[in-house]
């Protein structure tokens, strides 16, 4: 309980101090050429410990093309899947499937011309 709080603050505390950097224009993106399904993988990986604690498994499709390169801020990209598979752990319940799927807003906009 202790833990989750303190965790829970430092997120909270990052946040703010992050939203006070970009509104003073002081937060710079360092954008890195990268395999965008290669970071993903690796962030779902250092995530599996924590919902395998809690009978949870992370799967991961991909719909991007293999080994393409994408320019992203790595840090702050880690940031938000990290917060958003975190938030899927802490409110699955035990025994569930976390599917991390990644893909492009070409491939989205094609889909739901097809529906």
Known sequence: MIQNSASTMKYLIKDMLDRSLIQNK???????P???TDVVSEAIEVMRYIASSKNVSIHFKSYLEKDKMYKIDVNR?????????????????SGKIITVT???ITNLISQEKNS
Do not use: E, G, R, Y
């Not at 002081?26 to 890195?32: A, G, I, R, Y």
């Open 77 to 93: 990209v880690l940031q938000v899947i990290n917060n958003l598979i975190s938030n899927a752990i802490k409110f699955s319940v």
């Open 34 to 36: 990268v395999v965008l």
């Open 26 to 32: 002081l937060l710079v993106p360092v954008f890195t």
């Open 102 to 104: 990644a893909t492009s």
